[in-house]
């Protein structure tokens, strides 16, 4: 009898299609694959079904930055029912791959590639089953047999030679549910489909918070266009006092979608194994955070923008987060958002990339799967100073959407609040939460809410919110911590960082999100042994050692990862 490698790939969302993919183009015919998803679909996963999106949720990537699947979004919309086509306001003649799209219209895509995919490994041999509706409960190692067994809701359980775990988002309830008029986060978006006529808050100011904000506009008003086809907000009837307060900790809205002069360039930004092997030799273990700043984001710029150069070559880190900071702080929101609105329009019109924004989303992707080689004290650097830029600046919100944002800005409806890091939200008993923070001139403000939104999108996860209870009980799984360099430094810390503490080696180390993995996504144990039998894909548990897993960019590169190492044919 043929032996056959039994790899099960736990969620059937975007990151499972892209380990899929690989495996199917593998065409290894000694492998039998095995997908249980919980939902009634693959392929949409979370952010592209109705889990997470509405039928007015824009993606903010179009088909051309997406990386290669089996065909073309372009291709697949000249295929669509005109039925389909209506409803997502889609006109085929006009359509192309440089267009955003519906990100319910785009899960259907994706699921279209699922099952072009299957229909790739039917023909070249390769052994597929899925398990639609089933979810799975434990995870369970056995090191002495060289096996896994994953255990579904129904008690069955199944055993397999390597298991990847791609179960995606996932938003833990703290007291929605509970308490009346207090969500743990906007999703699934239909839970927002009520009308108020009260103020709400909206905890952040990212897509996330975008999201929720148009689905609330549209069950509490109308957005017409006036006779200069301008796009205004009418609050409905019965919903006059109906407004929405931004609370945002740096006081500012998220970057616009701009035209990428080159879409896939994230893909040739990371660091080779010899470049990173080097740094650390060179940096007593470590990989310095300011060389990878040097050399993915500062030296790119000497050959396409040296003008540019010349200003930031001598630039620190801080430094240049401090000048963009202060020039974007200089602007009333709104403002800001609605010049950078046309700068954008200006970019898509003309096909000129603002540069510097796309090269601070290649050093943001160039610098997440080496993260884990910084010291404790470039990880903090780097949580305080660039990722909160980073975070607005690569946010890529699309044009649709800046609209509808100023139009209910310019209607009264919405506004945005400077929180500061001390901003905290205090659920009550009767409902809502009471908003506590200090404001920029200094001052302590409490502010009740009937209706409270959690919106900073997803959040990382700890090691000890893992679903899979016999991956912590046996063991199997660590959490993820960064060492200082300094230990001076590290004992200095501990003092007022609770996320610090010192190892039984004496040496203090920074606790991160998530869980310990290598390069390659294995899971890693409290003694440092890596498991070839167990990948983790899931971006909530991986957060501490990967700043930026967001997005399909990561899918695809992540997957080339795993399965080289599952198939050793790296």
Request: charged share 25%.
């Amino acid at each position: 009898m043929k032996t056959f490698k039994k790899i099960a790939i736990l969620g059937g969302g975007p990151s499972a299609l892209f380990i899929f993919k690989r495996l199917v183009e593998s065409e290894r015919t000694d492998i039998s694959i095995e997908i249980f998803e919980k939902s009634d679909k693959l392929g949409s996963g979370m952010p592209y079904s109705k889990a997470g999106a509405n039928d007015e949720h824009i993606t903010n990537v179009s088909g051309n930055e997406i990386p290669d699947l089996v065909t073309s979004v372009n291709d697949w919309i000249q295929t669509l029912p005109a039925d389909l086509l209506t409803r997502f306001r889609i006109n085929p003649d006009k359509f192309n791959d440089y267009k955003v799209m519906p990100r319910l219209l785009f899960g259907k895509y994706l699921t279209a590639q699922f099952d072009l995919l299957k229909n790739q490994a039917a023909l070249s041999g390769i052994l597929v089953e899925t398990y639609l509706g089933k979810e799975v409960t434990d995870i369970i190692d056995y090191p002495e047999q060289n096996k896994v067994r994953v255990k579904l809701a129904d008690q069955s359980e199944f055993e397999y030679d390597n298991v990847i775990i791609c179960t995606g988002h996932r938003w833990p309830k703290k007291f929605e549910g509970k308490i009346p008029g207090y969500f743990d986060s906007p999703y699934p978006p239909s839970k927002l489909e009520f009308k108020v006529n009260h103020r709400v808050a909206i905890k952040g100011s990212s897509l996330t918070a975008i999201d929720g904000i148009r689905t609330l506009a549209r069950h509490n008003g109308e957005f017409k266009l006036d006779q200069n086809d301008k796009l205004l907000f009418e609050p409905a009837p019965g919903s006059e006092d109906f407004k929405i307060v931004m609370h945002s900790r740096n006081g500012m809205l998220p970057a616009i979608r701009f035209h990428l002069e080159d879409p896939h360039l994230l893909k040739d930004s990371i660091l080779s194994k010899a470049e990173v092997a080097q740094n650390k030799a060179e940096n007593d273990g470590f990989l310095a955070l300011d060389f990878v700043f040097e050399k993915n984001f500062k030296e790119m710029f000497k050959e396409k923008r040296p003008e540019f150069y010349a200003i930031i070559k001598d630039l620190s880190m801080e430094d240049f987060v401090t000048i963009v900071m202060n020039k974007r702080e200089r602007y009333e929101p709104f403002q800001l958002f609605k010049t950078e609105y046309f700068e954008a329009e200006e970019s898509i019109k003309k096909e000129e990339s603002v540069y510097w924004k796309e090269l601070l989303a290649v050093l943001s992707f160039a610098m997440n799967y080496p993260a884990k080689y910084f010291s404790a004290e470039d990880m903090l650097r780097l949580q305080k100073t660039l990722m909160p830029l980073i975070s607005i600046v690569i946010a890529f919100v699309p044009q649709s959407s800046v609209e509808e944002i100023l139009a209910l800005n310019e209607a009264g409806v919405l506004e945005i609040v400077s929180v500061g890091e001390d901003g905290a939200e205090e659920a009550q008993p009767e409902g809502g939460a009471i908003y506590h923070y200090t404001d920029e001139d200094g001052q302590r403000q409490s502010n009740q809410y009937d209706t409270f939104i959690d919106c900073v999108g997803q959040p990382h996860l700890s090691y000890q919110d893992l679903p899979y209870p016999s991956l912590i009980s046996k063991k199997t799984v660590s959490p993820a911590k960064i060492k200082f360099k300094d230990n001076k430094a590290g004992m200095e810390a501990s003092k007022t960082n609770d996320k610090v503490e010192k190892g039984i080696d004496g040496c203090y180390y920074l606790n991160v999100p998530g869980i310990t993995i290598n390069d390659n996504f294995q899971v890693i144990n409290n003694y440092n042994a890596l498991n070839d039998r167990i990948y983790m894909m899931a971006v909530p548990y991986i957060g501490g050692y990967n700043p930026d897993y967001s997005g399909l960019d990561f899918c695809e590169a992540a997957s080339e990862r795993i399965v080289n190492a599952l198939l050793k044919t790296n």
